[in-house]
């Protein structure tokens, strides 16, 4: 993800000086709050292999394992769903000579993201009149990133 950009430059010195600022290629690969997330949910899943003295896993297969175990436990405890997200896209970050060797894993955050839909809040809006939209939304409406996607943009919140 992009934080800045570069407009125009004259001068390599005046470039060179703001491509510095912007950090390297690699550290703009990714936003700096999502390699914290990253690194914060990768630390919980070490952590979890420490508490149950489980050693590191040595092969894709048994990383897989020990990581669809730990999306259970994860789905047990009523964790967020998000926590299992991360806790992929960090080991993916981290480590990706296993991106697409952990097919179980993905697997059961496909059956979590089935069972278990985003959050959406419904707001009844019975007093104002935009809110008994006809058709689809029928005099409900949410407040969510998910309003644009659905054409629920012209909706409006209280």
Same mark, same amino acid.
């Given at each position: 993800?992009?934080?800045?950009?570069?407009?125009?430059?004259?001068?390599?010195?005046?470039?060179?000086?703001?491509?510095?600022?912007?950090?390297?290629?690699?550290?703009?690969?990714?936003?700096?709050?999502?390699?914290?997330?990253?690194?914060?949910?990768?630390?919980?899943?070490?952590?979890?292999?420490?508490?149950?003295?489980?050693?590191?896993?040595?092969?894709?297969?048994?990383?897989? @394992?020990?990581? =669809?175990?730990? #999306?259970?436990?994860? !789905? %047990?405890?009523?964790?967020?769903?998000?926590?299992?997200?991360?806790? $992929?896209?960090?080991?993916?970050?981290?480590?990706?000579?296993?991106?697409?060797? @952990?097919?179980? =894993?993905?697997? #059961?955050?496909?059956? !979590? %993201?089935?069972?278990?839909?985003?959050?959406?809040?419904?707001?009844? $809006?019975?007093?104002?009149?935009?809110?008994?939209?006809?058709?689809?939304?029928?005099?409900?409406?949410?407040?969510?990133?998910?309003?644009?996607?659905?054409?629920?943009?012209?909706?409006?919140?209280?």
């Amino acid at each position: 993800m992009v934080r800045a950009s570069i407009v125009h430059v004259q001068d390599q010195r005046q470039r060179q000086t703001l491509r510095r600022q912007l950090g390297s290629l690699n550290l703009n690969l990714v936003k700096r709050i999502t390699v914290a997330r990253y690194a914060e949910h990768f630390n919980r899943f070490a952590q979890h292999l420490q508490d149950t003295n489980q050693p590191w896993p040595n092969s894709p297969e048994e990383f897989d @394992l020990v990581v =669809s175990e730990y #999306l259970e436990i994860l !789905w %047990d405890l009523g964790i967020p769903k998000t926590s299992a997200t991360y806790t $992929l896209a960090s080991i993916h970050y981290y480590m990706p000579q296993l991106k697409r060797k @952990l097919p179980r =894993s993905w697997q #059961l955050k496909a059956v !979590w %993201d089935k069972l278990e839909l985003p959050c959406i809040r419904w707001l009844f $809006l019975e007093d104002r009149p935009e809110g008994h939209v006809a058709g689809l939304f029928g005099g409900l409406q949410w407040s969510s990133p998910y309003r644009r996607a659905f054409g629920a943009s012209n909706l409006r919140l209280r």
